[in-house]
């Protein structure tokens, strides 16, 4: 297969270095272009911001100079994860200008006609881009597809299962969010070392709204998904955690289930991407371990390598029916990894390449 | 008012130590008798354990002999935070033995005939112990009060004027709870630095059944509460926290009410331990804070000299109606300032002294 | 005495904060004036930022207006913690104009005439300000005094018995600093989360200088200390702990001693702000602990409210002769606490007032 | 290359993990026994211990059924990481019964005729072992190799090429010491959250004379090392990060460099383990980092797969003359990965294998 050629926006934050990370062995994505909006333009990457990942840049991008995130950029395909207050014009320049675009900030996720992909739960969203060919080629024919934000990934992801199987009618999800969830600088550490904070800006509503257009169907209209019927509350904490988000979530089911049930749900879940191979697919989207105490970040958050979540603690609930607790790399398959998925799967499925 | 003398059980454990700090400088209470199950009888207090509180182990108890935990013990009243596994029938001797016994352990909390008390919520529990001069004096005499578990009482707290003002339907409360919790030594470093644990033995289940018992009524009969009608699912979390237990809290009310009504109901609630000016009672058992991302463990759980418990973050909840974020110190409000308090309830009530 | 009317220069920052919370109460010096260089400016206090510690922001201050760190301040005297990079010439200008100046930043402290002040362990250096009577009143008798880096004070007051008593011929200092000593926002929680930096700016130099200044001899210019003729060698680490600076200390001495001999030099040492009584000064400066595993941050840096500093592991050693362990609190002994005790002798010198 | 059976003392423990995992997929080694001295013998091995490093236990082990630590195991070689109060006698026993014992527990590094082993280091001292064919086979033919203390194998290494290329006169180390190295459950999360220990029990006097008997020669008996003839000075403080020890080091050297020298020493450091190309050998064993702010645990201890170290921050000392800090995983380089280079090298130099 020919190589795709990937230009980064917001390759100097905490998710553009987890991008290059992700790529740097990748069998069909090669970087060819860096942007940033900071004040790192017009440097060797090497030299426009410190490494804060474990090891060294990858050497192949370590010489490429930071551009400013505007087209014309060089490449066959562009991966965003600018700052959500910059995010939105640029990116949409992008797409007018014929880019595909695969983006992991949020300014876009809500928009009439732009998917809000997670490529085994609403692969069928990608209709919403019209047919593969219709977009082939130059001007006009750029496009955006999202991917949720880092905690909403795993709670459809779990959820996509019962939804299929029992019918999903209320969602209750309580986070414990990790720190590389704010980017860097992000959180200071005087208001998080032996303490927690109740409160990420806008996260609330993002998995509320998020998880039911994931969840929705599409309402044959070209530009719209129906959101998904159930109600979902929200309630996000930040703690001391460099890596994995939590959720702990109680459901109310359509239909009568025993937790062996959910069990079952969860553990046999694949899509397209195990069916298709796809090269950061994990073999299994959702494990389920039986340990009490388990899932937790610092020991689960890398399964899958970072692309599998994990579910625990399925029980009986009072008062909603149901509930387990769900973890989830927040920067793999919660950001980065997510939109590589996706972009994984529009090559597949023919929107990417010539 | 004449001196009360007390006794300490588990003495050397980490609320047995916050009993000291908080009796040092009581105006009613003075410890006389300390007394512990492990190796550590025989010996000095100060010999006994190491103190792992800031400052220094009180002096006027540095030099008391730590006894076997058993009746009798020179004092008047006994306070226990015995472990779980061993509270049980030894507390029971000191109750038979005569010796009104206030307890911050588990085993009996749920025995007919306990009160479970929370000294602002259900101070007519007492009634349970019969009148006050039955219980002056001697064999046969004795009683036991219990506090609930450490993240029960903010929760009994915050719904208690909630229940009275608008009728409480379900509750799902979701936890983040402090190291001090497990005690000493309690949860290995390796386990939770840079990480969660979505488990704690046995707390969802007392969360669920102690909320109720404490919210209960009394039923008539002189042994027993009747729980409080609805529902209670808990999830619990350890985190990375030294003190301060928090709890993210969505609550189904019988009426309608807005935010700000249930504001109201929080920030005006009080309780005889403010009639009475208990020296331990907060001057308000519920602050209120409405910056928005607060409580805070680290800035909050000393309010009130650890007796307050903070709410914040009141809002409208998508699936169960209302929704708020709660926080205690739980070694004290949590644990031995519950004790405490509660003995200053009974003291004030007649239940204590000649 | 006559109240001393106090403004803040910085009074958004951590240690501005600091500042505040220990002026609430304080006996002679009454907060008047707030000033911070940032976009602060212009709104009442409670305002400007959010107050970071424990507790609310204090009642008197709250609603007090932000100026600009320029002259004039409706005060007496002038505490300044401004950012190094801009009080440099801020602080001449509040000396050119007439005021006392007592800055914790760093900027001036290595200045001909200017006192690096350690109450207990160097007051002669105030003689460089000249007669006191010189410097009451009114436009070209401001002056500036300074207090250690947060680091020095504990290694300087730990030195000054020694020094007194066997002689000191080379120290080699490490650090382990807390998190609080970086300001606010400070140091990202992603770089300090299950990590070490071994690398403050500028702060092995500030020790190795400041050290010898401080313990260092008016060389009887008007202007001018000698430094201490020993050679100081730092290495400096940020740790993750939020406030209390540890540094494990290694000193060659001028004459043989025994560890007994230090552990008495340490234990007895105190200076004026003792006999003064003054009212920030501690009992005792150095509180010596015989446990092996003390000192320790969270258990040891509020001792003597944050103005003692505490040494333990007293101990010969094979390279240098002698070794410890101290700790202290840096926003309290080691930033907010030595400006007020600085204060507070130079008004029992008669620095201060009219 | 024949296959060499593996017994391992300790499996059970945090350093014996770490062994089976890195022996998971080793081209020579293959774990066919386990053995431990808690309450886990008689269980398979996946029932015998929660896994408490991420992912889950190898699966060629999970079935093996954990052992009483005395001989007969059904083994080539041993490899032990039992705790220090057992290790001694058992380990002889092992040896006494012609195995060939690979040790990270304290006991018998300091014994005569046991080599105290860094392979780059000091492989010469195998000499004490006798000729490797005396050693081959049966009763009376056992022996014992150690490697050191998870802090001296780092200061060892980074002080080798020093020796060689300009002598080394004293030495002066301060560490800033991993969770994980006090093993499981270890140091308590209260004592360590928001806190620093400056002690860790005989860990000052391991670096100290261990460091000597690495960096000494053979005296010419069968049995000795004279040691080093510098000084060591260490003192030891534990620090809130899960794994990596750090090491602050001033050093004095016999000859004259510029830390430009040093930097080339460090960096151009090789052993035999390089040259014959061992499994577990780094490319490097030390790396140098020129960023001011490295090494740091969390982005440096898995270099080199947790066999290299990392030297930082080269520089000039007032006190010693020199000065760097060093980081290492303390408990790949700094224990299991320790022991399994010795062991590679053992068999390399023909004492392994029949």
Chains 1, 2, 3, 4 share one sequence.
Not at 9 to 18: D, E, F, H, S, Y
Not at 45 to 55: H, I, M, V
Not at 230 to 257: E, I, P, T, W, Y
Not at 295 to 314: E, F, K, N, Y
């Amino acid at each position: 297969m020919a190589t795709i050629r990937v230009g980064i926006l917001g390759a100097t934050g905490a998710v553009g270095q987890r991008f290059l990370q992700l790529l740097e062995h990748h069998p069909y994505f090669v970087v060819t272009a860096l942007a940033a909006s900071d004040r790192s333009q017009g440097k060797p990457y090497k030299d426009a911001c410190p490494w804060r990942l474990p090891g060294d840049v990858p050497p192949a991008v370590a010489g490429l100079v930071v551009r400013a995130p505007e087209p014309p950029l060089d490449c066959d395909v562009v991966f965003s994860s600018l700052p959500a207050d910059v995010a939105g014009p640029l990116e949409a320049r992008f797409a007018a200008a014929g880019y595909p675009l695969v983006s992991n900030s949020s300014s876009h996720r809500m928009d009439d006609g732009v998917p809000l992909l997670v490529p085994e739960v609403n692969p069928d969203h990608l209709a919403l881009l019209g047919e593969p060919q219709r977009r082939k080629g130059g001007p006009g024919k750029g496009f955006i597809v999202t991917n949720p934000n880092c905690s909403t990934v795993m709670i459809a992801l779990a959820l996509a299962p019962l939804a299929r199987e029992f019918g999903v009618e209320a969602v209750v999800a309580t986070t414990l969010q990790a720190l590389s969830g704010a980017g860097y600088p992000g959180v200071a550490s005087l208001d998080i070392t032996d303490n927690v904070v109740p409160f990420i800006a806008n996260e609330e509503e993002k998995i509320e709204r998020e998880t039911r257009k994931i969840l929705g169907r599409l309402n044959g209209k070209v530009s719209g998904v129906a959101p998904a019927g159930f109600a979902v509350s929200a309630q996000c904490h930040r703690v001391n955690v460099v890596d994995g988000h939590m959720a702990a979530v109680r459901v109310k089911l359509s239909r009568a289930a025993e937790p062996a049930d959910l069990r079952a749900a969860f553990a046999s879940f694949t899509g397209p991407p195990q069916e298709l191979r796809l090269p950061s697919a994990p073999e299994r989207p959702i494990l389920v371990r039986d340990e009490p105490d388990r899932p937790q970040p610092r020991l689960d958050r890398d399964a899958g390598r970072g692309m599998s979540i994990t579910v625990g603690r399925i029980a009986r609930d009072d008062v909603l029916g149901h509930r387990f607790v769900a973890l989830s790399h927040n920067t793999i398959r919660g950001a980065a990894g997510a939109a590589i998925l996706n972009a994984e799967l529009l090559l597949a499925r023919g929107y990417l390449g010539s």
